[in-house]
């Protein structure tokens, strides 16, 4: 199995009391490799918490998650940067991008800290730029472009290290309806060329481009839905169903 979630929980104590909080409580899913998931929950459900311990940014109070037979939650913490680097791709909402550098320096960020040559880099973005669409921004700096054009930028420096985990962090929270779509559009085709992709979303219209979406409430996995063969349409709506349900409590 690619990625195993087994068991995990998560308590956050207070500093000066000793109040807990349980954000995850015995999460425990699988993915294919290759798969494309969407979280949804409410806000304070426990989906930004699972994406950080996916992300090796926290660890899970108890148990644990499993990235290609390595344990990840396991790792010493000195090695933990180096294994984002190696194996992790990142999208935010806010892009982070530096605009201090240009477009394609931004993408080599991650390449620079890896040491690559810089033969090597510029031979994995001839690759990469034209399935983005970002051949003509190279020279430019992020704020020279369209909230839609940073977030292929965005990508772009995720996908460039060859990750085997892209997580994707409300990646069309700061965009219009158009632009949200190009970039879900982008996503279902680098996940048809195998990457495989893990997002949290807000958005029912987002998660309908998943081929499954997990729904979590009370830091549990209340609910599961497989695309399948549904258009885009038919499964937002059915997540939208889902949705009212989770939020409603039945």
Do not use: C, W
Request: proline content about 2%; charged content about 25%.
């Amino acid at each position: 199995m690619f990625l195993e979630i087994n068991h995990v929980e998560k308590v956050f104590k207070t500093r000066f009391s000793k109040e807990e909080t349980r954000a995850l409580q015995d999460v425990d899913f699988q993915v294919q490799e290759g798969e494309f998931i969407a979280i949804m929950g409410e806000s304070g459900s426990g989906k930004t918490t699972l994406l950080n311990i996916l992300a090796t940014l926290e660890k899970p109070t108890k148990g644990s998650v499993i990235l290609n037979g390595q344990d990840i939650t396991a790792i010493k913490e000195s090695q933990l940067a180096d294994f984002r680097l190696k194996n992790l791709g990142f999208v935010f909402q806010d892009f982070n991008l530096l605009d201090t550098l240009s477009v394609q320096d931004n993408i080599f960020l991650p390449l620079v800290l890896a040491r690559k040559s810089h033969l090597e880099m510029a031979y994995r973005l001839e690759q990469l730029a034209p399935k983005l669409g970002i051949q003509s921004l190279l020279n430019k700096r992020p704020f020279e472009l369209s909230g839609g054009q940073k977030q292929r930028v965005a990508i772009a420096r995720s996908l460039i290290t060859a990750p085997q985990l892209v997580l994707a962090d409300e990646p069309t929270a700061a965009l219009d309806y158009k632009n949200s779509e190009d970039l879900l559009k982008l996503f279902e085709t680098i996940n048809m060329d195998g990457q495989t992709i893990l997002m949290v979303t807000h958005s029912a219209n987002a998660a309908s481009h998943a081929s499954r979406v997990l729904f979590i409430k009370d830091g549990r996995i209340f609910h599961q839905l497989y695309k399948a063969n549904k258009t885009n349409t038919d499964f937002a709506k059915e997540i939208s169903l889902s949705m009212s349900a989770l939020l409603g409590g039945e």
